[in-house]
């Protein structure tokens, strides 16, 4: 028997003739681009084909014990470079190009791939039906396959938003806006659905299809105090369930993205995670296409920022899934065109809420007047379902106590942290940086978030203990930078041009209102966002939590029926209960806290012990970084920190490795 050849064993000579592009030879530029068009998705599905050998082999039944965790994680390592395949795409085809030879191959599409289609389903299955049932190896390789498919996901729909943009796609569908809607959700054998028309205003985001049935909806009219990210996200999906939503918000909206009086907090960095990221492309898809199309920048962690934890740099060999840094006015601006875009979506500018109308146990709506006028004008708006999102500043609680009820319990954790925020125009830090990120903990107490924001500015954040807050001059501000434990963010500071004044902030404390405790025959109320559970915003979680309590409010309503508003509370809480607990879990050790919810005693100070072994890991420890950066993006609660075998081992049988002080290399 004659021993195979390289290119026989391969078959090239027929695999690499299976390229034929539609454009003419003689049109050589266009002809080789279609052909690079055609090489990464043979490639792909070539891939595909392989990480389907694998769930086809699970799904067969001979998989064992240690065969399921490591054919699951070779699966989903294949989807990663699945999505690596349409980032070179992305990079290396010239959008002019795509654009001439796209007609060339007719109504073939993308969503006609039966075996991403099996794919998609395949996976749908494994996670949906038994994932937490699995021993923790098993379950934490299947949400890492679960995570690889939405980042390919992702990466899909920022190539075609790239691409496309508004324009119609092949197949018939309606190009970026429609996949966003349909990808991952279409079932093996069925065709997309009609694309939902667009509104009048042409810069308007496509409208949702509104509801076959003619039933009156269980929710009736819901009012939503707060036209903010959470406010508009909750009306968002409860559209779905109500006659109407009315959205009353205190100020007037801007024309164009820009900071508003109501939001304190509109002018500071804000920082929208990986678990925010992937609510908001479940809630609104599209969504993060358009800000990526608009300008909003994306980074990896620590791939492309310098962060400083535990006295060092963490090394930047392992980054995270994007992030994305866009200013809190202009991604608001941009959900809320998707919001309005629905019709039953009601939104009053200028109206301020003055109380709640019922009794402590049963409410019924709100009274309301116009902004700035006397006690006379004021008018009653009923309501079968009243949503407090007004923020830290809420006055549910003293609303309660005028209606002669009880105000619901707090927990508070206060360290009395101060911080400013000021805008610049500056060049790129050295090393390939994108930003800085200093965190603080109870030896350090001073930080710094120095992240890029659209326009080609930077938001720089610098905050510090109680007594000890940053300056609000622009030379006082960058002065204080030279407190953080290493001056390359100040030397870099040193040379950025200031866009107008540093603005302070000083309510930093974790405030968590426990109205799921209201008793289960109160009717009428959900709070949600920072007036439920307020985060001290040194974390950079609000925007990611609002995001997520509103994919909980959709999931506890897709269950039919009318769940209570006790369970509707419960749920929106729960989905805060990560953010609260590593918010608290940091600030506790911190010297001078206070409040009814900080940790004290002999536990507490062993697990405090312990997560310091364990954040002495993070800089060099792949494995370990990888845990705590999950926790820390809402991925993974804080107790995968002491149930992971690897990172036990490491943090407590292994030396941490420290890392040069110089500013981290990629």
């Known amino acids: 028997m004659t021993s195979p050849t390289y290119a026989t064993y391969l078959r090239l000579d027929e695999l690499l003739s299976l390229q034929q592009p539609l454009t003419p030879a003689e049109q050589r530029d266009l002809s080789d681009s279609e052909r690079l068009f055609i090489v990464v998705h043979q490639a792909s599905e070539t891939l595909l084909s392989q990480v389907l050998v694998d769930l086809r082999h699970i799904d067969a039944g001979p998989c064992g014990q240690q065969c399921f965790p490591e054919r699951v994680e070779r699966a989903a390592r294949l989807v990663d470079a699945l999505a690596g395949q349409l980032t070179l795409l992305h990079r290396t085809l010239r959008r002019e190009d795509f654009l001439r030879f796209r007609d060339r191959f007719g109504t073939a599409s993308g969503l006609e791939s039966e ?71 279409v079932p093996a054998g069925e065709e997309p659905a009609a694309p939902s028309s667009r509104p009048d205003h042409e810069d308007a985001p496509a409208a949702r299809p509104l509801p076959a049935s003619s039933a009156r909806p269980p929710l009736g009219h819901v009012v939503v105090v707060g036209g903010s990210v959470a406010g508009l996200l909750t009306a968002y999906v409860l559209a779905d369930h109500a006659e109407r939503v009315t959205v009353l918000e205190r100020d007037h909206y801007e024309q164009n993205p820009a900071p508003r009086a109501g939001v304190p907090q509109s002018r500071h960095t804000h920082v929208l995670l990986t678990s925010g990221m992937r609510a908001l492309d479940e809630l ?40 994305m840094t866009p200013s809190r006015p202009f991604l608001e601006h941009h959900i809320r065109r998707h919001v309005v875009a629905d019709p039953r979506v009601e939104v009053r500018t200028g109206v301020e809420t003055t109380g709640l109308l019922g009794r402590p146990g049963h409410i019924t709506g709100v ?43 707090e927990e508070v954790v206060e360290t009395g942290r101060a911080y400013a925020t000021c805008v610049f125009d500056a060049d790129d830090p050295a090393e390939d940086l994108r930003g800085f990120y200093i965190v603080p903990d109870a030896e350090q107490p001073f930080g710094a978030i120095v992240l890029p924001v659209e326009g080609d500015r930077w938001s720089v954040t610098l905050s510090g203990p109680r007594d000890q807050a940053p300056p609000t001059d622009p030379e006082g501000f960058v002065d204080f930078a030279d407190r953080l434990p290493h001056p390359a963010p100040y030397k870099w500071l040193s040379t950025a041009r200031p866009v107008g004044r540093p603005v302070g902030y000083r309510h930093t404390a974790n405030r968590r209102r426990r109205y799921d405790r209201r008793g289960r025959g109160t009717t009428g109320l959900l709070v949600v966002g920072d007036a439920l559970c307020a985060l001290n915003p040194v974390y950079g979680q609000g925007l990611s939590v609002a995001a997520l309590n509103a994919v909980a409010l959709r999931d506890v309503l897709a269950g039919g029926g009318v769940p209570s508003a006790q369970a509707l509370q419960r749920a929106v809480l729960r ?11 940091a600030d506790s050790p911190m010297p001078g806290a206070i409040g009814n919810a900080v940790r004290t005693g002999p536990v507490a100070r062993l697990l405090d012990r312990y997560l310091s072994r364990v954040r002495a890991h993070v800089p060099s420890d792949p494995v370990v ?3 705590n950066r999950d926790v820390l993006f809402l991925l993974r609660p804080p107790r995968s920190l002491l149930t992971s ?22």
Do not use: Y
């Not at 909003?296 to 995270?320: E, T, Y």
């Not at 989905?575 to 879990?585: E, H, R, Y």
């Not at 075998?645 to 049988?653: E, F, I, K």
């Open 575 to 585: 989905s805060s209960q990560v953010a609260w607990a590593v918010a608290t879990g």
């Open 115 to 185: 075996q991403f289609k099996e794919l998609f389903s395949r996976v749908r299955l494994l996670t949906k039906h038994g994932g937490d049932d699995r021993p923790p190896q098993e379950a934490e390789r299947l949400r890492e396959l679960d995570e690889a498919v939405r980042r390919w996901r992702s990466t899909h729909l920022e190539l075609v938003a790239h691409m496309l943009g508004d324009e119609p796609g092949t197949g018939e569908t309606s190009g970026a806006r429609f996949l966003a809607a349909r990808l991952d959700e």
């Open 284 to 323: 609104l898809p599209g969504l993060l296409p358009e800000l990526t199309e608009a300008g909003a920048p994306r980074l990896a962690v620590p791939g492309d920022l310098g962060v400083w934890q535990a006295g060092q740099w963490i090394s930047r060999r392992n980054p995270s899934a994007p992030i």
């Open 625 to 627: 970084c990888t845990a």
């Open 367 to 409: 009274m309301v007047r116009d902004r700035g006028a006397g006690h006379g004008s004021r008018q009653e708006l009923a309501a079968d379902l009243v949503v407090d999102a007004t923020g830290r500043g809420s006055r549910t609680p003293r609303w309660l106590t005028e209606l002669g009820g009880r105000p619901p319990a």
């Open 645 to 666: 075998p690897q990172v036990l081992r490491r943090a407590l049988l292994s030396t941490a490795v420290p890392t040069p002080r110089d500013l981290p290399t990629p």
